[in-house]
RNA sequence: GGGUUGGUGGUCUAGUCUGGUUAUGACACCUCCUUGACAUGGAGGAGGCCGGCAGUUCAAAUCUGCCCCAACCCA
């Protein structure tokens, strides 16, 4: 745009003209936001971080396309993106790719139908790039498509060398704290894949399988038994099994313990050991310990110092250990050992069972333990620090919190974040030939590739060898997509001051960071273990959980179950304003279902919204002057909207989208709407309205914009930007190009209570009276616009009878001195039990039933009640009457008010 | 198996921490109304013993215990 004035691209430019057409003024705003950089951050790095808001968002992994859950997580960030921008100035709201890693390879796989063994590491890598480099680009359309406040020029992805840098600096640093250790040990291991995997990526599936009876003989002589049975899933461990356990308080087996067992068709002999880890109610309460089989193997191999007997390779093949068995897969192996024990007539049992087996997240594979060499970021002996980090945040909900405890008391095992992978970063690490000694790269040549790169030094300075080896593995995703708070500040080493520093220092710590609660466990606790290593400060005020979207009918959605919404197939249907205001609907932390009947509620409130606006500018001109004095009816809108705007900004600044958006809806549809605009549409030349229209309808534009973006946008460009004092956010600090930028609605000033006094009550009491009016005409089938001839009302209504008798068109008002002539008697007496309560205690029950038999009396003046043997003072109990009206007309009565209409 | 969270009209939900006697709103349903924006609107109505059972209390959707159901996390 090239005019100061505001731009009307031609015909399809914002204006009131016809309907909303949600469709057209969507796609065009959203152009425009990214086109201008309207949600830019500015940046000043001499800015306080506390002044700044900057959301940390965890970047979505790329191996798929967006789901619900994607638009739901990033709505939510985008209600306090926008409400912060607006209250407080400049936000950052960045946007990243976890490119690397497992997930996008398998998507790779998948997506070129190929197998990464079959490509050279370079050639598979640049295929993943590709394959990545296409779903970011169409992920980044749809993420366009949702009208979301990122600052598109603060995007990132986990793979590219800035990232790289970042997390290789990371682990030298870690390295250097004493805080890493590579170990050979034993590690949780996908076949698969053919990579170790950490805990957190093993999950549990119900699969069948057969539970395996098989006699093991006495090798020894020291019981008189010649042979005991043993229950297994995994007869194809056996030829691994290093020894036998028996409870200590299983009386039965205990003269199994000291002797030895003889393992069928392997022939070899294993001590029979007690140890209280043995689970007696499973099985025959007798079990092998097989290098490994389980967790429980493992600790049973370090704990009795057991020799290491490996019968299955890295890729589930049966080794030379297996004998006839080798190169048998380990299902294949199975079966054929079944079958040749049972021919040995050593199975003595077999039946089938579905039991939880423990699989890789990202391929379903069950998992094997295996001893490798790998690296660990130590975990344990933090876990109460951790833990207090955890506790310093804010939670939204609050309740979330207990998940992140239970993990960090849970924790078992370090964190491993070496993988066996082709694409990922490279660790920095060179290692002797000779004595193994790690040689870490210079921190100014990252990021290096130690397949690629020479190390920085020419001889160990450990043993003098001059010849080295590189590290072949890459770092698991989260050791990575662990450090956004850093990549988003721009955390660098500078070799001047020989300290690690921020380039956006402001930032830091975030004040949010939003997540899903399945990742509560994995990435937000990782991201902080990384973060406080690396800054010894909590990398985040607060964290904001997202519940889950669930399908209509309230299940988890997936593929498997066909009940996958697409964003796109609704966005196809519906505004995403609309959608927009569907996501605000579940409290912050629940799962709520998708219901279209819920994006068609939003439909309307737009259609409203737009309608009401169109009305308001029949009714005002766009910028009134303030009248000396609002009149009443006019002043206690200003009021109630002060009010409105109190709650609602309190409900921002808490998170707690879903009651301001129902705080927000009831005001503007009930009582601005309903109640104001009807009676407003008969004071159209007041100044008094007219301010008050405009004031209130400049606020709700304002009020709406964190949730409903576009629509707010459209209204308030094609109404108010034209006359608006140009207010361009150029930063102060002397931009040398200064941008023609839009005076966007998402850039103004968040509403403050203008401090408007009314008479609330008597506001109230009219509104009850012009309901009372509207039951009235509804009830003896009137049009609401039927003239009534006379309308007495007894009651506070002071100030606001030209709005009663206008909007119901009244043509006599009468406010009565007295109440109207009417016989009265006592329909009933309510007790105010919070005070009678705890004064009279279980006499509660006597008042009650004496007043429910009538036998009570009340003093003439209606001062003391006396029942059941008490005196009630009044303020204890309020009388209510049934009112008989026996004069003209009929009798219509509020809460507060009697009115009679002739 | 252990833990966490939740269960409120037909549906989705507010209220539960901080107990107070007519339980909030929306959608759907029924009746009526074309009022100067909106009939994709407006006014009104019907519909719930707050998962079950005990307990604490003058008083429980709300607090306590047990049970049932669901989701999630961890074995």
Redesign the pocket.
């Known amino acids: 745009m090239d005019a100061p004035e505001q731009a009307d691209d031609g015909g399809d430019g914002p204006s009131l003209e016809g309907g909303y057409d949600p469709e057209a003024v969507e796609s065009r705003w959203q152009r425009r936001w990214v086109d201008e950089e309207t949600y830019a951050y500015e940046g000043d790095a001499e800015r306080d971080p506390n002044t700044v808001y900057a959301i940390d968002t965890p970047p979505p992994t790329v191996s798929g396309s967006l789901h619900m859950g994607h638009l739901y997580g990033h709505t939510l960030q985008d209600f306090a993106a926008r409400f912060q921008r607006m209250a407080d100035g400049d936000v950052l709201f960045p946007f990243g790719y976890d490119d690397n890693g497992i997930a996008s390879e398998r998507l790779t796989e998948q997506e070129l139908d190929i197998r990464h063994q079959d490509y050279e590491r370079r050639e598979f890598q640049e295929l993943c790039r590709e394959v990545c480099t296409e779903y970011e680009a169409e992920f980044t359309d749809k993420m366009q498509d949702l009208g979301c406040s990122i600052d598109w020029s603060s995007t990132y992805k986990t793979i590219e060398p800035r990232v790289q840098r970042i997390s290789q600096l990371s682990f030298l640093d870690l390295y250097e704290k004493g805080r890493e250790y590579r170990k050979k040990a034993p590690a949780i291991w996908c076949p698969e894949c053919e990579t170790a995997i950490s805990?957190?990526e093993?999950?549990?599936d119900e699969r069948g399988s057969h539970f395996n009876d098989i006699a093991f003989e006495v090798a020894s002589d020291g019981t008189d038994r010649n042979e005991f049975v043993i229950s297994t899933t995994r007869p194809e461990l056996i030829p691994a099994c290093v020894s036998v356990f028996v409870h200590p308080d299983d009386d039965e087996n205990q003269d199994l313990v000291g002797e030895e067992a003889r393992i069928p068709i392997f022939g070899h002999e294993v001590p029979i050991i007690a140890d209280e880890r043995v689970d007696m109610e499973k099985g025959s309460g007798i079990v092998m310990c097989c290098t490994f089989g389980d967790?429980k193997d493992i600790e049973w191999y370090q704990a009795h110092d057991l020799p290491l007997r490996v019968a299955i390779d890295e890729s589930a093949t049966m080794t030379d250990l297996a004998g006839d068995y080798e190169g048998m897969s380990t299902e294949e192996a199975r079966e054929a050992i079944v079958e040749d024990l049972d021919e040995e007539d050593y199975l003595r049992d077999r039946w089938e069972i579905t039991h939880?087996v423990g699989v890789h997240e990202r391929c379903d594979t069950p998992v094997e333990f295996r001893v490798s060499k790998q690296w660990y970021v130590e975990i344990l002996d933090h876990k109460d620090e951790y833990l207090e980090a955890g506790r310093e945040m804010e939670w939204y909900p609050e309740?979330m919190f207990?998940?992140y405890r239970?993990?960090i008391e849970?924790l078992?095992w370090d964190w491993l974040i070496s993988r066996q992978r082709d694409s990922g970063i490279p660790f920095p690490v060179w290692y002797c030939e000779e004595c193994d000694h790690p040689i870490m790269a210079d921190r100014e040549d990252l990021p290096v590739d130690p397949l690629s790169d020479e190390p920085p030094v020419d001889a160990c300075p450990e043993c003098g060898h001059d010849g080295f080896e590189a590290e072949e593995d890459v770092f698991d995703t989260w050791a990575t997509s662990s450090l956004t708070p850093l990549i988003n500040a721009g955390w660098d080493w500078d070799a001047d001051a020989e300290e690690f520093a921020m380039e956006k220092p402001e930032l830091y710590p975030f004040d949010l960071r939003p997540q899903g609660?399945?990742i509560i466990?994995?990435w937000l606790f990782h991201t902080i273990v990384k973060c406080y290593e690396h800054t010894g400060e909590v990398p985040f005020d607060a964290t904001l959980i997202n519940g889950?979207v669930l399908d209509e009918n309230?299940?988890?959605m997936s593929k498997s179950r066909g009940n996958v919404v697409a964003p796109d197939e609704v966005l196809a249907d519906y505004p995403v304003d609309a959608v927009r205001f569907w996501a605000a609907?579940?409290?912050v932390g629940?799962?709520?279902?998708y219901?279209e009947?819920?994006l068609?509620?939003g439909?309307?409130l737009l259609?409203?919204l737009w309608?009401?606006s169109?009305?308001v500018d029949?009714?005002a001109p766009a910028d009134p002057d303030e009248p000396d004095e609002l009149e009443p009816i006019d002043r206690w809108l200003l009021a109630e909207l002060d009010d409105a705007i109190e709650t609602l900004t309190a409900n921002f600044e808490n998170y707690e989208f879903?009651?301001g958006r129902?705080r927000l809806r009831?005001f503007f549809?009930?009582t601005f709407?309903?109640d104001y605009?009807?009676i407003a549409?008969?004071r159209?030349d007041n100044p008094s309205t007219q301010y008050a229209l405009r004031t209130a309808h400049r606020t709700f534009l304002e009020l709406w914009a964190p949730f409903l973006p576009h629509v707010t946008e459209e209204i308030w460009q094609a109404v108010y930007a034209d006359g608006e004092e140009r207010r361009v956010s150029e930063s102060s600090s002397g931009e040398s190009e200064p941008r023609d930028r839009l005076e966007s609605i998402h850039t103004r000033d968040w509403p403050e209570p203008q401090g408007h006094e009314a008479d609330l009550e008597a506001g109230e009491t009219a509104m009850e009276v012009i309901?009372a009016l509207?039951?009235y005409?509804?009830?003896n089938?009137?049009?609401?616009?039927e003239p009534l001839e006379t309308v007495s009302v007894f009651g506070p209504v002071g100030g606001f009878e030209d709005a009663i008798q206008n909007v119901m068109h009244v043509q006599n008002l009468d406010l009565l001195e007295t109440e109207p002539e009417v016989t009265t008697e006592i329909a009933s007496i309510d007790?105010d039990?919070?005070t009678?309560?705890?004064k009279f205690?279980?006499a509660?029950?006597d008042i009650?039933a004496g007043i429910d038999a009538g036998e009570y009396e009340i003093d003439d003046d209606g001062d003391v009640l006396r029942v059941a043997g008490e005196e009630l003072e009044s303020d204890l109990f309020e009388v209510e009457r049934e009112r008989t009206y026996s004069g003209a007309g009929e009798m219509l009565e509020t809460d507060s008010a009697v009115v009679v209409v002739e």
């Open positions: 805990q957190v093993m999950e549990d967790q939880a309740k207990t998940r239970h993990w849970g078992e609660h399945d466990s994995f889950h309230r299940e988890k609907s579940a409290a629940d799962d709520f279902p219901q009947k819920d068609r509620a439909e309307k259609r409203k309608n009401a169109k009305l029949t009714l879903a009651k129902d009831t549809w009930n709407c309903d605009l009807e549409k008969g159209e309901g509207r039951r005409k509804s009830e089938q009137l049009p609401l616009n007790l039990y919070s009678l309560g705890p205690g279980s509660v029950g009650d």
